[in-house]
């Protein structure tokens, strides 16, 4: 089997004599019959089993013995080769456009169809062990690049990247789970396996061998990140049903908007969490082992389920729930579950919180203020949070050099509507110096030739109110903006808002 190794091309026709072993153990369904349900027995089977686990059943047919440093040299240069390519390839997608918003804004059923794809490509690629190379990536599964509505897979395409960058020689995408078998003395081959290996002499070392299926993981990896990108352009560019609707806010908004959206539904819930309806609080926040109880009648009259997460809260709170029970669905709403219609939002989403604290008798632009914060305001930004918590028709305030308080205030309702919600981030939390940013651009462009006021006088300010970075952020920012020509952040949100929802006339009926 060595004379065959030395041979280019028995390397990358792994058919011939490696069979799908893994495949066979785990009883995995053909990837070419049902991608779905072959990615789930793969999770399944990866879930249930150690790297010592499948490396030991893919060396039944090759081990140590095999392989020379030679051979080894001459993998790490075809995975070099590879990745040179495929570096290139997602350096372009990640870096040069908006590939990671337009993945995004997909629905999930049309990422899965995306993943799935790649995975499929990935499998019949060439690599020594075909589809059970799958075994050794514990990290590619579609349930973990869906996450956080997709960001998943943007976070693993970024360390695919960030990893095949750092060095010239080939790239070890680094995983925890699959180390753990790095080099295993081997009291293995007394053991029997699922499939008998050939009858020769054994190897007592591993560490060829897992140096040699690193590399092959590290190909499949490779094949996958390409195979289901490649998915995703093919749809781009031929204008695919799933991605109509996508293509079209990207080009009526120009981007900006979308980038928002975007990053808006990375944080969302998948589903609405369980609350105990008297405490609040919901299970993570009591521990292990407990077990939410719901109340039997609205469940079985009204198919409403109330949640309590103990018998002497469902008693304290009977005296206000028996008014409704069984008779309406009536439920406090908190935040975060179904009674909440803002129930996909986190908790910490100062926007979202934003809306949860409006009045209920109207909406107004006035109302759009402050709220608690959640954390700790600098000394300066308090007073500024309790100048404009006292004067609701001033959007900020903004000091001179000898102290004097200057108010400002924006006139144009889209604009007006869009400096608030993002002071209203940055005074909720603090840290956030995305809204910083847009409301100090903004406002260095409108005051900083105020009498009294100046550039340095206005950064100067806000580094006090919110950290001594943000002034270098905020030029950043109107860098950038002078790229786009489009004016500033808050400017050219409202002409992508515009465009999208028309006139803000009726921010009228909202003063």
């Excluded at 009883?27 to 999770?43: P, S, Y």
């Excluded at 309806?277 to 939410?292: A, Q, S, W």
């Excluded at 900020?396 to 108010?407: C, N, P």
Aim: glycine share 6%; charged share 25%; with cysteine.
């Amino acid at each position: 089997m060595a004379s065959e190794i030395k041979d280019d091309n028995a390397i990358e026709k792994p058919i011939e004599f490696l069979p799908p072993l893994l495949s066979k153990k785990f009883n995995i369904t053909d990837v070419k019959q049902d991608a779905f349900k072959w990615d789930k027995e793969w999770e399944a089977a990866i879930a249930s089993s150690t790297a010592a686990d499948v490396l030991k059943e893919m060396s039944c047919f090759l081990d140590d013995s095999v392989f020379t440093p030679d051979h080894v040299e001459y993998l790490h240069k075809i995975l070099r080769d590879f990745q040179k390519v495929a570096t290139d390839i997602l350096d372009k997608l990640l870096n040069d456009g908006h590939f990671d918003t337009i993945w995004l804004l997909l629905n999930a059923v049309e990422q899965r169809r995306h993943l799935l794809e790649g995975l499929k490509g990935a499998s019949n690629a060439l690599t020594l062990w075909g589809q059970d190379c799958r075994a050794l990536c514990p990290e590619v599964t579609v349930s973990n690049l869906l996450s956080q509505g997709g960001k998943g897979f943007i976070d693993f395409l970024t360390r695919v990247l960030e990893t095949s960058k750092s060095s010239n020689i080939p790239a070890f995408l680094p995983n925890s789970w699959w180390e753990q078998a790095s080099d295993l003395p081997n009291p293995w081959w007394g053991q029997a396996s699922d499939v008998s290996p050939p009858p020769r002499q054994r190897s007592r070392s591993t560490k060829i061998m897992f140096e040699v299926a690193t590399i092959n993981r590290n190909k499949f990896i490779g094949h996958f990140a390409l195979f289901s990108t490649s998915s995703i352009l093919k749809d781009i560019t031929g204008r695919g049903e799933g991605m109509k609707n996508v293509l079209h806010l990207m080009e009526n908004s120009k981007g900006y908007v979308a980038r928002s959206i975007a990053q808006v539904k990375t944080t969302l819930r998948d589903k609405p969490v369980i609350r105990c309806e008297n405490c609040t609080k919901m299970p993570e926040d009591i521990g292990e082992g407990v077990r939410f109880m719901v109340c039997s009648l609205c469940k079985s009259k009204l198919k409403f389920e109330v949640h309590y997460c103990s018998q002497s809260c469902q008693k304290e709170h009977w005296s206000v729930h028996k008014k409704a029970c069984g008779k309406k669905r009536v439920t406090q709403g908190l935040s975060g579950t179904k009674g909440d219609s803002l129930w996909a939002f986190s908790d910490s989403d100062p926007v979202a919180n934003l809306i949860r604290n409006l009045p209920k008798d109207g909406i107004t632009l006035r109302n759009i203020g402050v709220n608690p914060c959640k954390g700790k305001r600098s000394p300066a930004a308090e007073r500024q949070a309790e100048m404009l918590e006292a004067d609701k028709d001033a959007e900020y305030f903004l000091f001179t050099a000898s102290g004097e308080r200057v108010r400002f205030v924006i006139d144009d309702l889209g604009a007006k509507m869009i400096f608030r919600i993002n002071r209203g981030v940055v005074l909720t939390q603090p840290t956030n110096t995305v809204g910083v940013n847009a409301l100090g651009e903004y406002m260095l462009k409108l005051m900083s030739k105020y009498p009294g006021l100046s550039r340095d006088i206005i950064l100067k300010q806000l580094c006090a109110e919110y950290g001594d970075d943000v002034a270098g952020e905020i030029v950043k920012l109107e860098q950038d903006s002078g790229k786009r020509g489009a004016g500033t952040f808050i400017e050219s949100w409202l002409k992508d808002c515009s465009s999208v929802f028309g006139s803000f006339s009726w921010l009228n009926l909202m003063v």
